[in-house]
Structure formats: C-alpha cells, structure tokens
C-alpha cells in the first residue's frame, strides 16, 4: 500500500514536471508557423525606424495586408506626411499624397523599403528560405521567439529579416531589417495586431483614397 502510495506520488510529480517544462525553439517554431500559415489577412498600427545615412526618421502608420499580395500603409505621423497612402499589388505600388491630391506610380514595389515593412513578406521570405534561424529572447520580462531568414536578391540594404513573436499570444512584436554589414535598417514595432480581419478588396483601391 504504502508502495502504491509512493508510485502514485511519484507519478503526479513527474506529470507537474512534465506540463512545467518549456517548449523548446524548435516546438516553438512550429507553433509560430502554423499561425502564421493561418495569416489570410491582417491589420494593425505601426511604429517605424527607417535608418539611413542621414540618421533614423520615424513613422506611425496604420497598415493592412491581404493574402496573398495586396499591402496598404497609411501615414499617421509626422504631421507633413499625414493622410498618405501606398497601396500595392506586390509588384506596383500607388502613392498617393491628400495635401496636393496627387498620386505617383512606384514601377517596382519588389525589395523596396515598403514592402520590407510588411509581416506578410517576412512570412514569404520564411517560406521561401532554407536557411531559417531560431532563438529565444526576454524582453522587460516578457519572453519572445526569434526567427531569422534572409531576403531574397542580394539587396545591399536589405539583405537579413528577424521577427520576434510573443510566445504566450503567438501575436508578432518586433520586425527588423538588416543590411549585408548586419547593420539595422528599419525596425517596425507591431501595436493593435488583428489576425484575419475582413478586409474588403476596395480597400486597396487607390481610386478610394481620392473620392
């Protein structure tokens, strides 16, 4: 009795133990890809770091993305650039500026820094590569998977994509982009992220900016 007493102890211990142990990068990885395999669409609020070679200019943006290639962003701040609008098929992309009500044509949105800004890329780039790095990380007290992967076409500029995902929400937090010399080019934090929100298709009609 007394040895079924201690198993059954024993047992419930190595069950707690069991269920207290961590995921490891690898599990986490593959829980993170399967939500974001999941990714029809999504919008959310943005805080943008551009670095170039005269110094880091900042953005806040609102921004929409509907599988498999349409991307939206529009500007919050600064104030000069407020109410523009970039809209794209994955190869073109139309800006439109609402101070002079004009619009111009970007003849390739490919590998532009735009595009560069956008989760649904990252998520292709991911896919698309061989060569997929894994890591974890604490940020002030919150724990976060981190994965690494390349940006096709040998870009100078943007040469190397990480993305953090926060493991308890599976929601992403971090995006940064990183030259051939492994410096930061663009940093995008994620705020207010919605996963598959319907998303009309008229919403990335540039017509619709300027009625």
């Known amino acids: 009795m007394v040895r079924i007493r201690l198993f059954c102890l024993l047992l ?17 990885f593959y829980d993170a890809q399967k939500q974001l395999n999941k990714i029809e669409s ?15 200019q900042r953005y806040v943006m609102k ?16 104030d000069n650039l407020k109410g523009q609008i970039t809209i794209s098929d994955g190869k073109k992309a139309w800006i439109y500026h609402p101070g002079i009500e004009q619009t111009w044509i970007m003849q390739s949105f490919v590998h532009s820094e735009e595009q560069n800004m ?7 780039n991911c896919l698309d590569s061989e060569g997929v790095g894994l890591g974890k990380k604490t940020i002030e007290g919150e724990d976060y998977l981190i994965i690494t992967t ?16 926060h493991i308890k929400t599976m929601v992403p937090y971090l995006l940064q982009v990183y030259d ?11 705020k207010a992220f919605e996963y598959n929100t319907q998303l009309e298709d008229e919403i990335f009609r540039i017509d619709n900016e300027r009625s």
């Open 150 to 165: 390349d940006i096709p076409g040998n870009h100078v500029y943007y040469h190397k994509e990480i993305l953090y995902i």
């Open 12 to 28: 419930c211990f190595i069950v707690l133990m069991w269920g207290c142990m961590s995921k490891s990068d690898q599990e986490l």
């Open 118 to 124: 956008f989760l649904g890329y990252f998520i292709k």
């Open 180 to 190: 051939v010399k492994d410096q930061l080019r663009i940093e995008v934090k994620y």
């Open 42 to 56: 999504y919008r959310c609020e943005v805080e943008i770091t551009s670095i170039g070679n005269k110094g880091p």
């Open 63 to 78: 921004q929409w993305f509907k599988k498999p290639d349409k991307y939206k962003l529009e500007v919050m701040l600064p």
